[in-house]
């Protein structure tokens, strides 16, 4: 099937955007930016998206060990002003709605960030919950440059595409098997009973 174009976007740290595209990772977790509705609590309400790597409080000191150096350099590296590459776009598979702190950091380097900063995040306005969100990601045929446009500027999840992403003859970035396996081992931590399931 020929999915149409994709008008929304989802801006997360460009290390992360890398670890999705290289399937060193499958899955996000968001609390929401100080401009979402809903006084800054983030739903999952796209099932589809493109993912759209952002630069705004990326540091090596945020992020876990095996993310940091060469890793983050490689992720900036590409970094043109004025500019947004795209290269994957994503399908939402589970969310879960974690509510220990030491389940969300049991999921290690799955997620690029470091331990203290899942513990920052989940702590945010003392509300202790992350959502995890389990991603099937397809690898565009071609990058996408879109122009970087100032009404997606600022610290918030989605982003209403003006130019929209094509998907035709994208290809997961893990194939299915090795997928399956992933998806299981996450039920296995997190819970099978969640969004998706």
């Known amino acids: 099937m ?3 174009g994709l008008r929304i976007g989802l801006q997360e740290w ?3 955007i890398q670890a999705l ?4 990772s499958c899955v996000l977790i968001r609390k929401g930016g100080i401009h979402e509705p809903r006084g800054g609590l983030f739903m999952p309400e796209h099932e589809r998206f493109a993912l759209l790597p952002s630069y705004l409080h990326q540091a090596a000191e945020r992020l876990h060990p095996q993310y940091g150096g060469e ?3 490689h992720s900036v590296a590409s970094a043109q002003p004025g500019v947004i590459p795209v290269t994957i776009w994503a399908e939402v598979a589970r ?3 974690c509510t220990e702190l030491s389940t969300a950091q049991a999921l290690g380097e799955e997620v690029p960030w470091s331990a203290a900063e899942i513990a920052t995040r989940f702590n945010y ?3 202790p919950f992350l959502f995890v969100l389990a991603l099937r990601v397809q690898r565009l045929p071609a990058l996408v440059a879109l122009p970087d446009r100032p009404s997606y500027g600022g610290c918030r999840s989605w982003i209403s595409l003006e130019d929209p992403v094509p998907t035709e003859g994208s290809t997961p970035v893990i194939s299915d098997a090795p ?3 992933r998806l299981a081992q996450l039920d296995g931590l997190l819970g099978a009973k969640a ?3």
């Open 195 to 197: 969004q998706g399931a």
């Open 2 to 4: 020929i999915l149409p």
């Open 14 to 16: 460009s290390v992360c």
């Open 125 to 127: 306005r003392q509300q």
């Open 179 to 181: 997928w399956a396996a």
């Open 21 to 24: 595209a290289l399937g060193r």
């Open 95 to 97: 969310v879960w709605k």
């Open 71 to 73: 890793f983050l350099a």
